[in-house]
């Protein structure tokens, strides 16, 4: 985590105290962040009327990408012909590799493992009775991602893959995207886009407002330093401090809402 150190204003006594020299200051380097396996820092879990989005946002990038296609005709190219082999039953949101994909709900793991068009899934059943379906994720399974195990809403399940639609150990099939499908308690199929999508607009929007606060906190360092360029510059002592302070309350803010596996 970068730090103003050191003399920011040198005076020179060979020409006066008037004189003042500027000491280079190292550049300021970028927050202190969480490395996920696919080299990014992540955004915890927000958690919104005790539900969690499933995939965890990357804190400096772009936002996920997904349309509604729950119920979409699925074709399949059979004897030199296209077929519809069934009806899309969840919806694919498509990420970064090796994002963190969460529970949405507190419940109990129901199943956990490899099956042959899901790839590595895992099952959730939630308090609230219904079946949370995750599937394509990468080998690496989460710790709590067992059988039987209690898993709480934004607890980890794995990591977000291509896996699937082959014998154990296919990918690479279609891009990298988590299938999630919501079952009722009767068992038939839902379609989770509201509950996607509202969980969805209340994550980015507390991004986006955490950014802007990173942002405004760093712009502010970044505004203080140039006043030691500057006629009537507060002491060097005062400006560290001040520098300091705007980039502890920076660094800060992004860790309290990086992710931590
Ligand atoms: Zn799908």
Known sequence: MARV???????????GAAA????????????????SE????YMKPVLIEGKAFPVLLPIDGRWLNWRDTYGAPRMRFEGGVWRQT?????IDIYAERGSP???????????????FYS?????????????????????SLAPGAVVGARVSAGQALGHLGSSGYGPEG???????????????????????QQMLQE????????????????????????????????????PPDALVSAVNGALAERDSLRSSIAWES
């Open 5 to 15: 150190k050191g003399p920011l204003i040198r005076r020179s006594s060979l020409v």
């Open 20 to 35: 003042v020299i500027i000491v280079a200051l190292g550049p300021i380097s970028p927050a202190a962040s969480i490395q």
């Open 38 to 41: 696919a080299g990014s820092a």
């Open 86 to 90: 069934g009806r899309h039953q969840g």
């Open 101 to 115: 994909v969460v529970s949405i709900v507190p419940g109990t793991v129901e199943n956990a493992g490899w099956t």
């Open 119 to 139: 790839g590595w899934r895992v099952g959730v059943r939630g308090d609230d009775g219904r079946y949370y379906f995750y599937a394509h994720l990468l080998r």
């Open 170 to 192: 296919t990918s690479e099939e279609f891009p990298p995207h988590l299938h999630f499908g919501l079952q009722e308690r009767t068992g038939s199929w839902a379609n989770p």
């Open 199 to 234: 969980l969805y607009a209340t994550t980015v929007a507390r991004l986006e407002d955490t950014r802007r606060r990173i942002d405004e906190a760093g712009l502010r360092a970044e505004v203080l330093r140039s006043r030691a360029y500057l006629p009537g510059a507060p």
